[in-house]
């Protein structure tokens, strides 16, 4: 399974804004785009010319980096998009939430992206009582995602819970935290994707 392995913080800096990679570390004092707010390496600092291409790119890098996702997934996910109906940059998103890894972590059972795909991947999650260790795995309206019965004293699991009371569940997902568990209410809608993400730019790179 190819990933990215390097620091997450570069890459937050990179788009100069927060894409909260790193959980609860991205909301205090230690977070590095709060001490260097400029992206990294030798020209940071410097001024950048901000063609329209490079506002595009720079949405389509800062969607992907949020996901989690290398290059050619994200060109498989636009792909897929393009041939449903409706508008390619909504449905876009919508593949990318319907990810296994994002409804754990959207759902409040992990504290961040890294930390749901490595929970995915070590086989603590299931989906409709079927251990699922693919992180892209899609999930669809009425399916149950849980936390294995030997896995709920799993560190990352402890540490999701104790914060889980200050994250906003989204509506497309009901989460019962006496049981561990998931419950996939409907396919999520634009107005509840709360990524700071303007897809129409990325639909615009492609369509060059």
Not at 81 to 108: C, F, H, I, M
Not at 177 to 200: G, N
């Amino acid at each position: 399974m190819a990933r990215y392995i390097g620091p997450d913080c570069k890459l937050c800096r990179r788009e100069r804004q927060k894409l909260y990679l790193k959980g609860t570390r991205c909301e205090g004092p230690k977070c590095a785009i709060e001490k260097r707010p400029y992206p990294p390496g030798e020209h940071g600092r410097g001024r950048i010319r901000e063609s329209e291409y490079l506002l595009q790119l720079r949405e389509k890098q800062k969607a992907r980096r949020i996901y989690g996702v290398l290059e050619r997934q994200f060109r498989n996910y636009y792909q897929e998009a393009t041939r449903q109906s409706g508008l390619t940059g909504e449905n876009l998103l919508k593949l990318l939430e319907r990810r296994l890894d994002n409804v754990v972590l959207r759902g409040g059972l992990a504290r961040s992206r890294d930390e749901a795909r490595q929970m995915v991947r070590h086989r603590h999650v299931t989906v409709n009582g079927r251990t699922v260790n693919i992180p892209s795995y899609r999930v669809r309206a009425g399916d149950v995602v849980a936390i294995r019965e030997k896995s709920r004293s799993a560190q990352p699991v402890v540490g999701a819970l104790e914060i889980i009371g200050t994250r906003t569940i989204p509506p497309w997902l009901s989460t019962d935290q006496s049981k561990l568990q998931i419950t996939v209410l409907d396919l999520p809608d634009r107005a509840h994707i709360d990524v700071p993400v303007q897809e129409q730019l990325i639909v615009e790179l492609y369509s060059k």
